[in-house]
């Protein structure tokens, strides 16, 4: 119901809000729409769900919703939710402690290492102790070298004879001259340097009375050898002598070694590049990290403070 133009404007009119164009919504009370007349309610419908089923293109349901402007009318969106749930998208970046987090026995097979390059390492105050090495293995080396001939000096302890037959040598013998007296029993005899005796009568019967001729053997002359034979005693001259040897890298062998412990110790430098192959298996990972939060999703008032009011349209 429209006022028309020239037509007096009436009580009725002005209690019936006749003079607002048809699609006007306003806000009422409950109270005063309780206390408007049926021909006010015959031109004005509150905008709720069951008029907006009786009448859906002239009356909107505005139950728990706000008016917003825009270019055109009638569309309705948004939620009433007071609840968001943040997801981990939603999420700062942040950290969480191991809790219970643990890792079962990983088994690593032929794991080398190659490439690597190692720049002034050092390992010191390292301490080692029960360790039990495997004895096994036994094997031998080969080597080559010199004694030392200026050190063991000794001596051997000699018997035996010289050969009896051999060595010929001679001797020199001086003879300075000597004279023989003769006695006879004609007292007959001549004497003379070549020693010749006579007797006239019995030749037989002279005797000589020696002297001593002199003689001497040099020792100076007439040098030689004597062939013989000799035995050392086995245990004679104990001694030692200086060995310098050489061994090559040969004999290739492994100890065990197992047990004992390795504590303490720390190593600096660097370790840089290389390439590890192989493969690792096995390996649970089990537990979880410790919570953070509450398990509740996360209440975000969206709606200001309000009051409720009825909106109101004018549908005649």
Known sequence: MTIRTGEPLLASDINDLTFFPKGTILTFSSAAWGATSTSFKTIWRICNAANHTADPDNVPDLTNKFLRGAESSGTAAGADSQSVTITSANLPAHTHGVGTLAMSTLSATELPVSGLSTTSLSISGLSISGLSVDTSGAHTHSGSGTTNTGS???????????????????????DPGHTHTYSSPDSYHRSGPDSA???KDDRSSATTGVATTGITIGDTTGAHTHAFSVSTSENGGIHAHDVNVSIPEGGSHSHTISGGTISGGSITGSITGGTVSGNITGGTLSGSTES???????????????????YIIKVV
Not at 155 to 172: K, L, W, Y
Not at 292 to 310: E, H
């Open 152 to 174: 063991g000096g000794h001596t051997h302890t000699v018997s035996g004879n010289t050969t009896t037959g051999g060595g010929a040598h001679g001797h020199t013998i001086t």
């Open 197 to 199: 005796h006579v007797a």
């Open 292 to 310: 953070a939060g509450s398990s509740s999703a996360l209440s975000i008032d969206t709606v200001p403070s309000y009051y409720t009011v009825l």
